[in-house]
């Protein structure tokens, strides 16, 4: 089972920047998938995740607007278009797997938590 | 917005017991499962407690997690510290179609 994550790089506040994860070993398009992202010597945020079809996707407000997850589970692929982008998105980006999501009523789903990571790709915002 | 806060770091001595809290904003933490996660420096993320109080394949029984919803908080408690648990740990749930993690914990075992 592995996740392995590319197209991280240096690009200019404003410009745009596509990731992708390569996933193996596991059914990809039975599970959910998030995008994690770490500011350097800060914590853990997530950006996004999408449901196994690509039918929904959830962001966390910073990105909302700018970001677009996406999936093809025919490739087996993840992927983060990332737009209009800032400093403050300077980070690593890791792709994970979402063990479980399972309706309910009041949150929307019960969530399972993330048993899976790749490694991280790096991205830097600066002119 | 849900909100989980950890303290920034604690320490304690090898062999020792330590307890790494996780306090919800608002509403109830036990509406939604609690994941904890180990980072050490340089690597990626891994889990060591999963909806609540399980623990994955791999990691030891001195790792375990608890829910205290009089306090609205989850802990990670690790009992017969050694040198190889100094990392950061993440506390996180779910709330309103959102992952939420905590700051992050500093685990120094001296």
């Known amino acids: 089972v592995q996740l392995v994550e590319s197209g991280g790089g240096l690009v200019q506040p404003g410009g745009s920047l596509r990731l992708s994860c390569a996933a193996s070993?596991?059914?990809?398009?039975?599970?959910?998938m998030s995008w994690v992202r770490q500011a350097p010597g800060k914590g853990l945020q997530w950006v996004a995740n999408?449901?196994?079809?690509?039918?929904?996707?959830y962001y966390v407000d910073s990105v909302k607007g700018r970001f677009t997850i996406s999936r093809d589970n025919a490739k087996n692929s993840l992927y983060l278009q990332m737009n209009s982008l800032r400093a403050e998105d300077t980070a690593v980006y890791y792709c994970?797997?979402?063990?479980?999501?399972?309706?309910?009523?009041?949150?929307?789903?019960?969530?399972?938590?993330?048993?899976?990571w790749g490694q991280g790709t790096t991205v830097t915002v600066s002119s | 917005n849900f909100m989980l806060t950890q303290p920034h770091s604690v320490s304690e001595s090898p062999g020792k017991t330590v307890t790494i809290s996780c306090t919800g904003s608002?509403?109830?933490?036990?509406?939604?499962?609690v994941q904890w996660y180990q980072q050490r420096p340089g690597s990626a993320p891994t889990t060591v407690i999963y909806?609540?109080?399980?623990?994955p394949s791999g990691v030891p029984d001195r790792f375990s997690g608890s829910i205290d919803s009089s306090s609205n908080s989850a802990s990670l408690t690790i009992s017969g510290l050694k040198t190889e648990d100094e990392a950061d740990y993440y506390c996180?749930?779910?709330?309103?179609?959102?992952?939420?993690f905590g700051g992050g914990t500093k685990l120094t075992v001296l």
């Open positions: 994970a797997r979402d063990r479980q999501l399972v309706p309910a009523a009041m949150t929307g789903y019960y969530y399972y938590g993330m048993d899976v």
């Open positions: 070993g596991f059914t990809f398009s039975t599970y959910w």
């Open positions: 999408i449901k196994q079809d690509g039918s929904e996707t």
């Open positions: 608002s509403g109830s933490i036990a509406s939604n499962y």
């Open positions: 909806e609540d109080n399980q623990r």
């Open positions: 996180q749930s779910y709330d309103s179609s959102t992952v939420v």
